[in-house]
């Protein structure tokens, strides 16, 4: 028997494979050969490192990047940064300086090779999968785990195939192929799946391109997305000095992807259905149930670059996407071009030209923030730092800055145009803030215009700006792992703004709580743990626990931690209660490390994203699901519940039954763990379980 054709997603997850049988739905273990971590979450997760009693990390590469906290209000940032300086001295990691650039767009630049795994305690690591990596975001302590050599659990996907075809014409950028996928895919139910890139647009798309569409497959809900390496990798890891990471990698031909079912319902999913219908082979859509749902089932998505037109995102989520005809002309008074999406050499060399010899609108605030010191050092070489200086450009610097809400949030009631993933509510830090997600083209239009604008009328050739043949050189931002004697001689730096994380502990056999927080659909990890002005206290716990769920708070109420610290002091448990795609978004798992240091023991959702359902886990929350959506409407804040028998149902339950003590009521719970997810747990938590089993 010969064996069936792969997909390319396939053959590195088994070159990969240490634990489980490659079947789809498994829980399987596989080896990481590189980590990444960024300040924010990194704290924690060599906090948890040295917890672990890893002396040195075991991975080929380990970097540790800081790009996050960058604003150095007060103490805080300096404090991280130092410490995260010297414990990769300390465990043989590389780090890489502030100023060196955002750690997505750096690790693409200096470390991504094909065929290999990468797992960073970022969601947007899926950036190197636009370099034929299966590249992962994970929780700090997952990551801190992977460091010391330990396997990573995952779903053994269901790989979700998309055809590129043609070639994207002018003004038509890559991120309006992830802005198409996001309206046909939305950010809702692909849990469990990979995305998995093919077809004859690919030969146009240099890495840089590629990566843009892999980093913003993180918003829908995939573990990660993946493309080909094949000529256009090798050109980009030769201008890069690395040609000899290069390695040709694709799906063996004739590999089949889906059938893919989705769940949509018949009225308000009636856009994404047609989506689908537009976009997908083989689609099929099944009779709708009394709730209104139906089964959309198809072969493989296919995207006519030809055909694709610049598209726009608005608040508050990522899917939301709209034709440019339904928002043009509308008044804009920022634009941000940066963030680990569009802030390369050749988005900002687009952007460069465009504004050369002109000047930013009289109305709108133009900020760009580009990617690395690689970047911004190649747009001062050859002038285009000047254009963008010489038009009005605001130069901000080589981080994320804006993107998570440090600094530049735009003024009440105005439209701000941004090149980055994500438009959670509020995360600008302006209330209320209406953020377009487009293009670098786009965004660049916008700014010179004053309004939505189509690129394609502006009346401007579209600058035609080739990968360079070589990139310009010089790492002497990012620290070289220290030998091992030398390793040994560093002195870890701790100022007194870094506090041990609490560890998780065993749930007990009868639970008693109360619903601390009824909430809705598409709670992102910014309702959960806000950051912006916020994130210097990622490093202490206790602090930052006082902002958990900050945007349900009322004026002169108790806050929500304040409520669960009450309610711990009492003995009890809090529980959360949440619609449809609980934890969309960010690895941060402050989401539910915090909560866990509030007393919160339980999450009862109708769906829980695929890395804050492990973050649940791995600090000991139990994460549930409702066995029925009427459940979920029949249940209210504060009401009193009561789980007992929750010793066996982790071992080895299916469902638990949930008694709602005021209102005399019992309803049933989906107990969805991965028999590792189960140990964890009863161990109460990762930590104690990985010292169990080290
Ligand atoms: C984000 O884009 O939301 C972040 C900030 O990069 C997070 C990580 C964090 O919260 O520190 C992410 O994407 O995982
Ligand atoms: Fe940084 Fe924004 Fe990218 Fe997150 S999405 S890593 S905050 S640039």
């Given at each position: 028997m010969t064996d069936a054709p792969k997909t390319l997603v396939e053959k590195i997850l088994r070159e990969h494979l240490v634990d489980g049988d490659y079947a789809v739905g498994n829980e399987i273990g596989i080896r990481i050969d590189q980590t990444l971590t960024q300040d924010a979450t990194g704290t924690t997760s060599y906090l948890l490192l040295e917890a672990m009693d890893i002396p040195r990390v075991k991975t080929e590469a380990s970097v540790s990047y800081v790009d996050h906290n960058m604003a150095q209000f007060g103490p805080e940032n300096h404090n991280d940064h130092l410490y995260l300086q010297s414990v990769a001295a300390a465990k043989g990691v590389s780090f890489s300086r502030p100023?060196?650039?955002i750690c997505h767009q750096v690790h693409l630049e200096r470390f991504g090779a094909p065929g290999k795994t990468l797992l960073g305690s970022d969601s947007h690591t899926p950036t190197g999968g636009g370099m034929g990596m299966i590249a992962m975001g994970a929780g700090g302590l997952d990551v801190a785990v992977a460091m010391g050599g330990g396997a990573f659990y995952l779903t053994c996907p269901q790989v979700i195939g998309v055809e590129l075809k043609g070639a994207l014409q002018p003004w038509v950028a890559p991120k309006d192929i992830i802005l198409k996928l996001l309206s046909v895919?939305?950010?809702?139910?692909?849990?469990?799946c990979m995305v998995e890139y093919f077809g004859d647009g690919l030969a146009s798309l240099p890495a840089p391109a590629r990566a843009t569409v892999t980093n913003m497959g993180a918003e829908l809900g995939v573990t990660t997305s993946v493309f080909p390496a094949d000529e256009q990798t090798r050109a980009f890891l030769a201008a890069q000095g690395r040609e000899d990471s290069f390695r040709s990698l694709t799906a063996d031909a004739g590999a089949s992807y889906g059938p893919i079912t989705k769940k949509l319902h018949v009225e308000t999913d009636a856009t994404t259905i047609a989506n689908i219908q537009e976009c997908c082979t083989d689609v099929t859509i099944g009779e709708a149930n009394a709730d209104g749902i139906v089964a959309v089932t198809f072969g493989h998505v296919v995207i006519d670059l030809d055909a694709l037109a610049p598209l726009a995102a608005g608040s508050p989520s990522p899917d939301n996407v709209r034709e440019l005809s339904e928002i043009a002309g509308k008044k804009v008074s920022q634009v941000l071009i940066g963030s680990c999406t569009n802030s390369s050499f050749q988005d900002l060399m687009i952007v460069a030209e465009t504004l050369r010899g002109r000047t930013v609108h009289p109305t709108v605030e133009l900020g760009i923030a580009p990617g690395s010191k690689q970047v911004l050092t190649m747009l001062s070489n050859n002038g285009a730092l000047a254009a963008l200086v010489g038009a009005g450009a605001r130069i901000l610097e080589s981080a994320c800055g804006p993107c998570i809400g440090q600094g530049f949030s735009p003024a009440e009631n105005t439209v701000s145009l941004r090149t980055v993933n994500r438009n959670f509510a509020?995360?600008?830090?302006?209330?209320g803030d209406m953020v377009y997600l487009v293009s670098p083209e786009m965004a660049v239009a916008a700014a010179l215009t004053g309004e939505v604008t189509d690129p394609r009328t502006l009346g401007i050739d579209c600058p035609n700006i080739p990968?360079?043949?070589a990139f310009d050189i010089d790492d002497n931002m990012l620290d070289a792992p220290l030998d091992e004697t030398a390793a040994a001689q560093v002195e870890i730096i701790r100022g007194s703004t870094i506090v041990k994380p609490p560890a998780g502990d065993v749930l007990p056999d009868t639970l008693t709580g109360e619903v601390a927080l009824h909430c809705g659909d598409k709670i992102t990890t910014d309702h959960i743990m806000p950051a912006g002005a916020l994130l210097k206290y990622r490093s202490n716990v206790p602090e930052y626990a006082?902002?958990?769920?900050?945007?349900f708070d009322a004026e002169g109420q108790p806050t929500f931690a304040e409520r669960c610290l009450a309610l711990k002091a009492d003995g009890k448990a809090s529980i959360i209660v949440a619609g449809d795609s609980y934890g969309q978004g960010s690895s941060r798992e402050h989401a539910a490390l915090c909560p866990m240091y509030l007393g919160v023991r339980v999450v009862i959702a109708k769906a829980i994203e695929r890395i804050h359902q492990a973050n649940l886990v791995n600090f000991a929350i139990l994460p549930l699901t409702f066995a029925s959506a009427a459940d979920y409407d029949a249940i209210e804040q504060t009401d009193q519940l009561e789980i007992a028998g929750l010793a066996a149902a982790i071992a080895s339950g299916e469902t638990v039954t949930v008694q709602n003590k005021t209102k005399g009521t019992s309803f049933e719970c989906i107990v969805n763990l991965a028999p590792r997810q189960r140990e964890i747990l009863t161990a109460g938590g990762l930590l104690n379980y990985t010292k169990q089993n080290a």
């Open positions: 100023g060196n650039g895919l939305t950010t809702r139910g692909n849990v469990g509020s995360r600008t830090g302006t209330t990968l360079p043949a006082k902002s958990v769920f900050n945007c």
